[in-house]
């Protein structure tokens, strides 16, 4: 079997995220029954609305930073950190005033595969907007609430 060689990054990426999403390109660079691995590049201010996938996904940050939420908690990432999302509970990721670009890998056993390609499904609360800071709890999780980590 030759090996298949699947281009990501600047050039091959296009409009990307779950339903409500802004200012975030991206493209699936595998997937199967097993689960969806994806690259996502959030420009400033961008963001994935609170959604919930019926599978656990890991957010892995290779580059600049910003927040993501799980549930009421939210709190900064940054490059080399990576956020677990469990399976059905609403989370999101975010930038104010900084990039960041990630790789996510959504992990799913074979009777998920009809599920787990670009079916998430949206949260009520909210109403598909990302709620007031005070909505993912009282604070960050890393010290300070301005900007993003570098």
Partial sequence: MPIEIRRFGV??????????SVGLTGQVL?????GVISELAFARNARIEPHASPNTTCFIVVEGGGWVGVG????RIAAGETAVWPADIPHAAWTEHSEMRAFVVELAGPDDHDTVVGRARPVARGNGQLV?????????????????PA
């Fill in 30 to 34: 595998y997937s199967d029954g097993r």
């Fill in 11 to 20: 050039g091959n990426r296009r409009p990307d995220g779950p339903i409500g």
């Fill in 72 to 75: 009421d908690e939210w709190t």
């Fill in 132 to 148: 007031a800071r005070t909505g993912f709890g009282s604070g960050p999780t890393h010290g300070g609430s301005d900007g993003e």
